[in-house]
């Protein structure tokens, strides 16, 4: 069965950084292209970054455009987000997610807090 966990998220003000981490199970991760998504209350989960099978190809969110960077560790299972010059409106719970045989598999989140 396929299991991703999150972790990584803090309270922080603007400008901070963090690196958020997903580790997944179940699944040979470095075939499957990865993503990280968030979600306020109310809204719809938003697609923040996601990357291709050995990294080489990376796809960012206009909004976290050049203060955010995906990338994996295929050895470790791990893809991670380091997110830099953070600011309020990235305050959200943000998931990891994986697609293997067409089913979409999300782990439980993390919250991260961003204010002053």
């Known amino acids: 069965q396929v299991q991703l966990v999150e972790s990584g998220g803090e309270y922080l003000q603007p400008g901070g950084s963090l690196r958020l981490s997903c580790a997944a199970s179940?699944?040979?991760?470095?075939?499957?292209?990865l993503s990280w998504y968030r979600q306020i209350p109310g809204n719809e989960r938003e697609l923040v970054a996601g990357?291709?099978?050995?990294?080489?190809?990376?796809k960012y969110a206009d909004s976290v455009k050049d203060r955010f960077i995906i990338s994996r560790d295929d050895v470790k299972n791990t893809v991670y987000l380091q997110m830099n010059n953070l600011k309020p409106d990235d305050t959200a719970v943000y998931y990891c997610?994986?697609?293997?045989?067409?089913?979409?598999?999300w782990g439980q989140g993390t919250q991260v807090t961003v204010s002053s």
């Open positions: 997610k994986v697609r293997v045989d067409r089913i979409d598999y």
């Open positions: 179940g699944c040979l991760f470095s075939s499957h292209w």
């Open positions: 990357i291709g099978r050995g990294g080489g190809l990376v």
